[in-house]
């Protein structure tokens, strides 16, 4: 079993940064796709980044050239890079470890961009 821990959240303008950070404990993370979700207010939960446990990144079309996705397996660790932040990238984001039918999930941290 993971358990997840978010931080790194807050409030900027637009146009600022964040780094978010997960923290995991339990074992096997390097083996699990770590993945970066979000839900905004009155929307559904969004994936917005993922990194498998051999490095392959994949980005939502949106957040594509501002956001980078990282990993340090000696660490357990996961980040979110998130650079240009624009108003709609405002909600909480989760972090997610997911290894074949196993699921993770943190319990999140806001990011609020003011314009």
């Known amino acids: 079993q993971v358990q997840l821990v978010e931080s790194g959240g807050g409030l900027v303008q637009a146009g600022g940064s964040l780094r978010l950070s997960c923290a995991a404990s339990?074992?096997?993370?390097?083996?699990?796709?770590m993945g970066w979700f979000r839900q905004a207010p009155g929307k559904q939960r969004e994936l917005v980044a993922s990194i498998t446990s051999l490095g392959s990144r994949n980005y939502v079309d949106s957040v594509k050239g501002r956001f980078t996705i990282s990993r340090d397996n000696a660490k357990k660790m996961q980040y979110l890079q998130m650079n240009s932040l624009k108003p709609e990238d405002t909600a909480v984001y989760y972090c997610?470890?997911?290894?074949?039918?196993?699921?993770?999930w943190g319990r999140g941290t806001q990011v609020i961009v003011s314009s």
């Open positions: 997610n470890a997911a290894l074949l039918l196993y699921g993770y």
């Open positions: 339990g074992s096997g993370f390097s083996a699990y796709t």
